[in-house]
């Protein structure tokens, strides 16, 4: 794939994944306690080849645009600027013991269940720790965060699982 197609389907899942957050998932709430941050998904599923300063930029200009829409002063560009930050190091945690193939992609299907649960939990648990106690600016409620981050998180994995499931291609088969 070239590098002109490339920049312009990742710009592509850029406009989809803030659309679909701003106008669509922005206005649910799970029991007033939870809310979907599905934009990570644009995070979380960038291919693994890309470098980690574009992830960081991507991250910044992503948590940028959410913080416009929600008037949130900062809060979304620093959680998924972490987010952006600590990829990199997650997927080498999880490293394949035959390692990464230039074509695997973060795919539920291609990396399995296991693989997937796991690098899924983990940065969106990091994302909403720091998001929630950012936005609450102290720990002066700390069991009434916990509750909104817990709720958040399992709102928000189930969300981006339905999208792996549902836009994500089926596993090929390695040659």
Do not use: K
């Not at 002109?4 to 306690?33: E, W």
């Not at 930050?85 to 945690?93: A, F, I, N, S």
């Not at 936005?135 to 509750?147: A, V």
């Amino acid at each position: 794939m070239s590098v002109l197609a490339m920049l312009v389907r990742q710009l592509l899942r850029f406009g989809i994944y803030a659309g679909v957050q701003v106008f669509i998932v922005g206005q649910l709430s799970l029991f007033g306690l939870g809310w979907c941050f599905l934009y990570l998904g644009f995070i979380l599923f960038l291919p693994l080849s890309t470098p980690i300063a574009l992830q960081l930029l991507l991250g910044f200009a992503m948590g940028l645009s959410m913080d416009i829409s929600y008037d949130t002063g900062g809060l979304h560009a620093a959680a998924a600027v972490l987010l952006a930050y600590l990829r990199p190091w997650v997927l080498r945690l999880l490293t394949p013991r035959d390692g990464y193939d230039t074509q695997d992609t973060v795919n539920v299907h291609q990396m399995g269940w296991q693989w997937f649960s796991v690098y899924l939990l983990l940065l969106v648990s990091v994302h909403h720790v720091v998001y929630f106690f950012l936005e609450l600016g102290s720990f002066q409620y700390p069991l009434r965060t916990l509750g909104r981050v817990g709720v958040s998180i399992l709102f928000t994995s189930v969300a981006l699982l339905i999208v792996q499931l549902l836009f994500y291609p089926v596993r090929r088969g390695r040659s």
